[in-house]
Every structure is written in structure tokens, then in C-alpha cells.
């Protein structure tokens, strides 16, 4: 245990080089996270927009994922090709992604390209190529991705359960939309979505790599001055369905899938963050050894894998799991995941499964931060959340100390982890 707090101790130190700055533009501070990083020749830059992924597809399902892909489309200026070759010859890559939360904009070269690399990325920001043929091109191209997911049954079940949880809100919808939203997405779609949501009130800027962080504050000023302003939108929270329900999807399968969810009763920075993601841990997020998988695959042979966890976002909260099962046995695994939870919460864990848990996370802990790219991710998430800098070395402090009967009466506390749903794919019985 000393040779682990040793490495936390020199962990936190090399942590700092990550910090949160600050640019002025367009009437506002704009957060910038940094790390300078010399060993190689290399920069990677992120402007991250809050409030703009997929929980913003209020009136058309996958609207945020396609105007993503939109922009990845060029400038209107070179058009996808031309702009596509000259980012290549210089081995600048410019992509755009979305989250449930975030919608993304990403630039990754070498050193000395990097003020070339921010020209590309400053006309791409200023005239995307936003043009009936580049709108053909994407939908198709999404079309075609639906399409081929209609037999991924873990792709089917998954997107039911949202649909189960978050019922009536835009959490219930794909992340990618369905066949019938993309085809009905129209240019003036995307360029709403891009008028409301990539603008400057909005942002958070990520940068590292072998950078001179005062000169490369002023660059990016000069990109964020060019943008629009926006207004700032705070982000709205959806609760999960408190009523269970199941739904049953038949289809030509020969595997059940199964997944289920329930409430979580936790938001994101809560004092008792850490309780939770030792307990989850303990119950289906760790793999081998962890409750879920003992009973279901080691016991009774019912799964491959069986996991669960809880996710905590600034959006929603709520825990969740699946596994894949033989269709004779559907009945038996469905009934085994409700037992195995209702002992958890119940009886809690043992000491054994504590300190076990505790030797994982703390000793594991030096991977999740030894690139720059882990590092600049955690101090984004500390900030986002609303965190110090730092927090995440206080909960391993927090988790080092935790007491068995602390955890247990947390755990008993959440109950309403037994109020599942279940979405379930299973063969399509013959009328």
C-alpha cells in the first residue's frame, strides 16, 4: 500500500502540468485546458461545445451526429475532396464527434503545422461546406449504417432500453437518429444546428502537446474572436422511469440479448461519488470476480459476460447493464440478474470484496493518466463537472479510506437500483 500511495503522490505532481486557463473573446472567459508536452513533435486541440451533442435533438432524431458528420464534409470553399488532400499532405487531421452532452471539433499535427493546421481549421469553422450535395452524401452514407445495424441486436436492444428510460424525452432517441429522422433532415436543419450550438459562449478549449502555451492562447483568440457569440444554454437534466417495464423485441435471432436499467439517485459531483463507483465496481463493472459475472457465467453458465454500471452525467443519471444469453435460458438469466441485485442491495458487500476493489482501482490508476491525451481528459471532466483540479486524486484518497460498514449502508440506501426495465431481443416466435 505505501509503494501505491508513493505513486499517487507522484501522479498528483505530474497531474499539475495539466491546467485550466483562461482566453478573452467575443465578451467572454473562455476556459482553456493545457499541457505543455515536448517529448514529441506533436499538437492536439479540441474545441468542445457544451450543450450541443445528441440531447439537443428536441424535434429531429440525429441531428447533432449529422451535422457532425457535416462538418467533416470541407469547406464550401474546396468541397470535401480538395479540402480532405491538403489537410493529407500536411498530415493534419481536422474530425468533429458528438456526445450525449459535448459536440466536438478536433484538430491533431505536427508542431510546425500547427498554425497552417488552425488556417484549415478556421475556415472550416467560418464556411462548412453546408450544400444539398454534401447533405446527399451524408445521409446516404448514414442510411446505409442504419440500415446494417437493424441485425446488430446488442445495437437494437440498447437503443430500446433509452427508449424505455427516457421515455418522451430526447434521451429515448438513437444517438444516430432512425431511418425515417435522417431522411427527413434538411440543409436549414444543419445550419440551425450549427448557428445555435458551435459558438463561443459555449465552448471549452483543450489543447497539449509541444506548444508555448502563452503564444498559443493568442492563436486560438484570434480563431474564437471570428466566432459567433450565442447565448450560453444551461443543460437540461431528464430523470429516469421510476415504474418498471419490459419490452419484448422479436426478431430472427439465436441469442436473447438483454438489457436493463433502473434510477440511480446520484448527481454529478456528489460527496458520495466515490461509494458509488466502488459498489458498481463490485457489482458488474469488474469483470471477472465481480458479482454479475460470478452468477451468471461462473456459476451457472447462463452468459459469456454479464456487466452493469452506473453513469452520472450532468444530463441524467441511472444504472444499467446487459448480456447475451441462450434463448432456452432467457427466463433463468432475467431472473438471476433481478436476485443477484436484490442480494447486493440487501446485504451488501463483504471485506474481502472491499479491499479487493481497493487494490484494483488505486494500483490501476497510474494507466489511466500516463498520456498527455488521459491527462488533458480528466482535468476537462474535473472542470466540466464542476470539480477542483485535482478531485479525482482526493476520491482514490476518499476510496483508500472507505469502511466497510460506510459502503454497506450506502449501498442498502439505493433501492431504487431494483426498479429495473428490461429491453430484450429474442427469436421471433412462428403464429
Known sequence: MKKILLTILILGQYLMAAQIQYIKANGFEIPIILESDKRLPLVNMQFIFQDAGTITDTKIAGVAKFSARMMGEGTKKLGST?????????????????????FVMELSCLSDEFDEALVYFDALLKDPNLSEKALSKVKATLLGQLSSKENDFDYVAGNELKAVLFEGTPLANPASGTKESVSSIKLQDVKQFIQEHLVSSQLIVVVGGDIDIEIIKQKIQAVISYMPKGNFQKLKHYDVRATPKE????????????????????????????KSRVATFILGTGGFGSRLMEEIRVKRG???????????????????GYLQTKLDSLDEAQKTVKEVIAEFVKNGVTEAELEQTKKF??????????????????TFQEYYRGEKLGASLKELEKIKALKLDDLNKYIKKHTEILDLSFAIVTKEVKK
Request: net charge negative; glycine share 4%; proline share 3%.
Open 82 to 102: 480538395a479540402f480532405a488532400e491538403e489537410l493529407e499532405a500536411r498530415a493534419i487531421s481536422i474530425n468533429a464527434s458528438t456526445g450525449r452532452e459535448t
Open 247 to 274: 419490452v419484448i423485441l422479436e426478431k430472427e435471432t439465436k441469442q436473447a440479448y438483454m438489457y436493463f436499467g433502473s434510477p440511480y439517485n446520484m448527481s454529478v459531483n456528489d460527496p458520495e461519488e466515490y
Open 302 to 320: 447462463l452468459a459469456y459476460s454479464a456487466y452493469a454500471r452506473v453513469s452520472l452525467n450532468k444530463s441524467c443519471s441511472y444504472f444499467s
Open 361 to 378: 482501482l488505486l494500483g490501476s490508476e497510474p494507466l489511466r493518466v500516463e498520456t498527455m491525451s488521459q491527462r488533458l481528459s480528466r
